[in-house]
């Protein structure tokens, strides 16, 4: 048995941790006064009061939080709660400089919580470890970026450099960056896209062509008659949503809300915008709640197309308009009687075992179905995150094609994106795996010839890590260490890399976990201003539904030494390819426009972008399944699939584990310690159980308790991970399921627990036992 465990980085036992009742109803006026009091108590009433404005506008700049695309007439106030929280991590007053870093050493930090270390404030200037020296010093952004450009030409071979980055980089800091690792040779370009929708797009790719979503808000606010939100929660994560739901309640759609967990945000939404949201009940959004257990969508859907097929197989019977849109079927999609008659031997007591729902409920839920003529499903982690994510998204879409809801309006699939430009980063070819004609026009537009064979995604980065396959890691924002699974083995492989590189604006766990030597180099915010070259620099984003817009900073920025990260990847750039190579790096970070020019050429949908995405709202991107229903798969239709089902099976005495946010976090970056929807304060090392689950464990509310997650051993036994000093909190979760925050939990997400045909860490589906403290 193995057993790899975490360092409890709790500084001191939670003895502020208070547990009340969870809320029923999210946002109001208590959303107001928690965002805006972050942002007085971070960035000054004065500051904070001129930067809020200019959140999601058009001469403004776009939200670093979530992907969530703004309506076509932004409100005066385009921004919610846990937005407010991101403009002001941004914009706080605070420092951490060159006196911070010679106040604490590097193994002090280390073991401060991820709240902490992001509460230290702005980075102001580059900073080194030397080789194994203990502090941080002040180096010039000459001798920094010397040192890794010295360090990546002297590699044996381009592969042992991995550059990562995450969804908040901007179009052009991405496309270059690409750029360069290509020009170099690898294309080692893992990122946040490989821990939440690869899945998504794996899915969306094989059966409609195009791995993004197929819907506009448009769809969702005036034309869909059921919106189905299943393995997501709004409330916290894309609380702009809410807004867009609300619109559609009132044109009379239905909701449907399919989660392990009850989501405030999905139950009543009371819009700060609106007086029934202040001083009335606010908004019922979801008309039914199906609690389906973790890991048990495939199974639900897999139901769900079985009764669709039975009744139309009834209406056809007895003359009656069919269920199923056959025309739709027979002239846009392949694969439908292969299909079908897998659906047909979908075994009952199988499906209400593994979705924990009664087959009654299903039924009902097949109801509203059939009574929509215009369906959208929405999604995200809740989904992506399981051994079966692709599967089950590929049969989400099989649910939609069986009615014809692809290419009409309010009708679609819809992933629900996470950072703000995680998708557009993508489409810039950040991706260890681009396309052949990707490869083909960035080798015309820059004359050389492009690595073609595939390189590391983010698993595989931590496990070339960790067998000493990398010399250098650099990062483009993001936070590797508190993002990815399996927490012990990656801080390892993190501290004997030879040099790791972070681009960041504050300091995170992923920055005391440094290589043998280690640069950090501080870059703008989103919301500050970028003049480089006497010029004031616009940046572009994509949000969740193919929009590209522009973004400019209004804020002074938080140093004089600040670079933009398009400035500091084409200097770094420059300096690694020499005079020899031909690219106008130089040009390109004197004007963000040369590089969209060159985008424009290479990317489709970026024809005329300079003109285009100067309109106010910007442009949206082609979507061939959306806009004429043409699918570029490689059958070139639409196609149904086949999908095995495995139900979970959780030994006796264990739970199947989901990691989730906290209300007061956005992905890695930890906001406060409350998460007030769930009625915790305080404190974050909670787990949250259904109480007829402690009974049946022999645990009580209010316990301290480790967990351990159990997976086989490739010895034949079994390999534990312990994440220790967790409080339970009896909650109305799945029977047989539990829920903890990330990244606390991410140590028991082994690394080889993924997500077949994505290679998505399976961090929603982890069995574990609770155990006394040792």
Not at 84 to 100: I, N, S
Not at 668 to 681: A, H, P, Q, S
Request: proline fraction near 6%; charge should be negative; hydrophobic fraction near 40%.
């Amino acid at each position: 048995m193995t057993d790899v465990s975490d360092e409890a980085r709790t500084e001191a036992p939670e003895k502020g941790l208070r547990i009340g009742p969870p809320k029923n109803s999210a946002a109001g006026v208590p959303g107001v006064v928690h965002g805006l009091s972050h942002v007085f108590a971070e960035a000054g009433v004065g500051r904070g009061l001129r930067t809020l404005p200019l959140v999601n506008q058009h001469r403004g700049f776009d939200c670093p939080g979530c992907a969530w695309p703004e309506p076509g007439k932004p409100h005066l106030a385009e921004f919610c709660e846990n937005g407010a929280k991101a403009v002001a991590e941004e914009a706080t007053r605070k420092r951490a400089d060159a006196a911070f870093f010679a106040e604490h050493p590097i193994s002090e930090l280390a073991t401060w919580t991820d709240h902490r270390l992001g509460k230290s404030g702005r980075l102001t200037e580059p900073m080194l470890r030397d080789e194994g020296a203990d502090h941080y010093r002040p180096v010039s952004w000459d001798e920094a970026l010397d040192l890794v450009a010295a360090e990546l030409r002297g590699l044996d071979s381009p592969d042992q450099a991995a550059f990562y980055t995450s969804g908040r980089t901007s179009n052009e800091a991405a496309f270059v960056y690409q750029l360069l690792a290509r020009k170099l040779g690898t294309n080692n370009l893992p990122d946040c896209s490989n821990m939440c929708h690869e899945s998504s797009g794996t899915a969306l790719t094989e059966t409609l062509g195009i791995g993004k979503g197929s819907v506009s808000l448009a769809d969702i606010t005036d034309h869909a008659d059921l919106i189905v939100v299943v393995g997501q929660n709004p409330g916290t994560n894309h609380p702009r949503m809410l807004t867009a739901l609300e619109e559609a309640k009132d044109r009379g759609a239905r909701i449907v809300a399919i989660n392990p967990l009850p989501e405030a945000g999905l139950q009543t939404f009371k819009n700060p915008q609106r007086v029934r949201g202040v001083v009335g009940q606010g908004t019922k959004l979801a008309d039914r709640f199906l609690q389906v257990r973790l890991a048990g969508d495939l199974a639900l859907f897999q139901a769900v197309n079985r009764l669709l097929l039975e009744a139309d197989d009834d209406a056809r019977t007895a003359g009656h308009k069919p269920v199923l849109d056959h025309d739709f079927i027979a002239e846009h999609t392949s694969g439908f009687a292969e299909a079908a008659a897998a659906w047909r031997t979908v075994n009952q007591a199988d499906v209400e075992l593994a979705t924990g729902l009664d087959w009654a409920e299903i039924e009902a839920f097949v109801d509203d179905v059939k009574a929509a003529d215009n369906i959208i499903v929405c999604w995200a982690m809740g989904l992506t995150q399981h051994k079966q994510a692709v599967a089950t998204i590929r049969e989400v879409v099989s649910f939609l094609l069986l009615r014809g809801n692809v290419g009409r309006p309010g009708a679609g699939a819809c992933p629900v994106r996470g950072h703000s430009n995680v998708q557009g980063d993508r489409t810039m070819g950040i991706w260890e795996r681009p396309t052949g004609p990707f490869l083909d026009a960035l080798a015309a537009e820059f004359d050389f010839e492009p690595p073609r064979a595939h390189g590391y995604d983010v698993v595989d980065t931590v496990r070339a890590l960790r067998d000493g396959r990398l010399r250098v890691f650099m990062a483009v924002g993001g936070n590797f260490a508190a993002a990815t699974p399996d927490s012990a083995v990656t801080e390892a492989a993190l501290r004997e890399v030879p040099l790791t590189v972070h681009v960041s604006t504050k300091l995170n766990r992923s920055h005391v976990l440094p290589g043998r030597r280690s640069l950090v180099l501080p870059c703008l915010g989103r919301t500050e201003r970028d003049v480089h070259a006497g010029r004031e620099q616009v940046v572009t984003v994509e949000d969740s539904m193919s929009v590209v817009h522009t973004s400019r900073g209004r804020l002074a920025p938080a140093s004089d030494s600040l670079r933009s990260e398009t400035a500091i990847l084409c200097d770094l750039a420059r300096r690694v390819l020499g005079p020899e190579d031909a690219t106008p790096w130089e040009e390109f970070a004197d004007d963000y426009a040369r590089v969209r020019d060159s985008i424009s050429r290479v990317v489709p949908g970026f024809e005329d972008f300079e003109r285009r995405v100067a309109e106010p709202g910007g442009f949206v991107l082609p979507h061939p399944p959306r806009d004429a229903r043409l699918f570029p798969t490689s059958t070139g239709k639409a196609n149904f699939t086949v999908n095995k089902l495995e139900v979970v099976r959780v030994p006796e005495g264990r739970l199947l584990l989901q990691t989730v946010r906290s209300h007061d976090q956005f992905n890695t970056t930890v906001y406060g310690l409350d998460d007030r929807y769930r009625g915790v304060k305080g404190g974050r090392r909670v787990v949250f159980v259904r109480p007829e689950d402690l009974t049946d464990l022999g645990f009580a509310d209010g316990e301290t308790v480790d967990l351990v997650s159990e997976w086989p051993g490739r010895d034949g036994g079994t390999e534990e991970r312990r994440a220790r000093g967790f409080r339970i909190i009896a909650f109305p979760t799945a029977r047989g399921c539990a829920a903890a925050y990330f990244p606390e939990t991410n140590v028991l997400v082994p690394l080889d627990h993924t997500a077949e045909g994505s290679n998505t860490p399976a961090s929603k589906s982890v069995v574990i036992r609770l155990e006394a403290p040792k």
